[in-house]
């Protein structure tokens, strides 16, 4: 039984395409995250919702837009792909807790998009 | 806003032999720490976690780490390192929201 689920696990495409990557998460969990690892493994969160709800929104360029559906799925569309958004994108989840900040996030297995 | 430095991008270490990574982080506000174990073309998991009381906490895998609030320190050890434990950790801060910062990654190579 998968937690954290996403698809496509590898995507190869060209410059200027619009593609998108799938999440879902099955541990009932209510906030969950995109995040990129480039090629020197430098892990950064890109963006979260909670709920349904968009509470994080880091210093990314507008193509990249999340969408959540409901709370079990997050998925993330990317317009206009450059060379630069090859890297292997993360989706992770985390449960409610009383002391927000202190919750383990439970990760996807990844998927490595390389952009030609 | 709170950041972290791993201060070894790459560990060699012997089979049995003991490991320790070092973790520094930086924040004006009271912190959790985390340490994250990424496994080849993996997703990262959850090693072990501070978020207050005893200083130090026992993870799985035979890990744990000692918080150092003096020092701004969260270092991970291991006494004894199998050639499983070859992988890429990540130290990672949050304070009162959602957002974790990671490190750099130390990357670990056990041999034989």
């Known amino acids: 039984d998968t937690a954290v689920s996403q698809t496509p696990k590898y995507l190869v495409t060209q410059m200027g395409n619009d593609k998108s990557i799938k999440c879902e998460q099955n541990?009932?969990?209510?906030?969950m995250y995109w995040y990129k690892q480039d090629s020197k493994k430098f892990l950064k969160i890109m963006f979260s919702?909670?709920?349904?709800?968009?509470?994080i929104n880091e210093t990314v360029p507008n193509r990249f837009s999340p969408k959540s559906p409901d709370k079990a799925h997050l998925n993330l569309h990317i317009n206009s792909l450059e060379l630069g958004d090859s890297a292997v994108y993360f989706c992770?989840?985390?449960?409610?807790?009383?002391?927000?900040?202190?919750?383990?996030?439970?990760f996807g297995p990844g998927t490595r998009l390389l952009v030609l | 806003a709170q950041s972290v430095t791993q201060l070894d991008s790459q560990v060699p270490v012997f089979e049995e032999a003991p490991v320790e990574l070092r973790c520094n982080y930086s924040?004006?506000?009271?912190?959790?720490l985390f340490w994250y174990v990424q496994y080849p073309n993996q997703g990262l998991q959850l090693l072990l976690k501070?978020?207050?009381?005893?200083?130090l906490v026992k993870g799985i895998n035979g890990f744990e780490a000692e918080f150092n609030k003096s020092q701004t320190s969260f270092h991970l050890r291991k006494p004894s390192v199998h050639i499983s434990d070859t992988a890429e950790y990540f130290c990672?801060?949050?304070?009162?929201?959602?957002?974790?910062?990671f490190g750099a990654g130390t990357t670990v190579t056990v041999r034989a």
């Open positions: 992770a989840s985390s449960p409610r807790s009383g002391s927000p900040g202190g919750e383990t996030q439970y």
């Open positions: 919702y909670n709920n349904k709800e968009l509470i």
């Open positions: 924040s004006s506000v009271s912190v959790y």
């Open positions: 990672a801060v949050s304070a009162n929201d959602y957002k974790l910062s």
């Open positions: 541990l009932g969990h209510d906030t």
């Open positions: 501070y978020l207050s009381g005893s200083t």
